[in-house]
């Protein structure tokens, strides 16, 4: 249970990391520091979730466990290309701190969060339900022994 507890604080981290930078405003050092905390994060999920397919004993787990091996990798490629977005669009303002709510209208950032947020909404709702699916079959072994 301590996996999908980790990959659960993991993923939602990550993905709950963009309001309090939001909140600041979407500027360019705030764009990129928001990405540079997501990127590890969602790094450790992905070898969390490698590491726990071999460990899942049911199917419903191990179908899980499968879908974020895919959905976080995907995600971490699409924060990653933001990234690199953002930090190019940096360099074009001359290395000054502008705002750049303008990336999400058009251009290769907004490319790039078209695969981020659906990848990272699946990961987020596979790791909900891998979670409470490791309780409950735990609970049902748990059961049966007593």
């Known amino acids: ?12 981290v990550s993905f709950l990391l963009v309001f309090p930078f939001a909140a600041q405003g979407d500027t360019s050092y705030l ?3 928001a990405h540079s905390l997501q990127l590890p994060l969602l790094v ?14 049911t199917r419903a787990q191990k179908v899980l466990t499968w879908i ?10 699409g924060i990653a290309l933001e990234l690199l977005t953002a ?7 001359g290395w000054i701190n502008k705002d750049t ?17 659906p990848s990272l909404m ?6 909900l339900a891998l979670v ?11 059961e049966r022994v007593t």
């Open 101 to 117: 709510a303008d990336v999400w209208v058009q251009g290769p950032h907004a490319v790039a969060a078209n695969l981020t947020i």
């Open 1 to 12: 249970m301590q996996r999908p507890l980790l990959m659960l604080a993991l993923i939602w």
């Open 132 to 142: 409470v699916t490791a309780a409950v079959q735990g609970r049902r072994r748990l």
């Open 31 to 33: 764009h990129i520091s």
């Open 87 to 93: 930090v190019v669009r940096l360099g074009q303002d």
């Open 68 to 77: 974020l091996s895919v959905s976080v990798p995907l995600a971490v490629l």
């Open 44 to 57: 450790l999920a992905i070898v969390v979730a490698w590491r726990s397919r071999q460990a899942t004993t």
């Open 122 to 127: 699946i990961s987020m709702l596979a790791v």
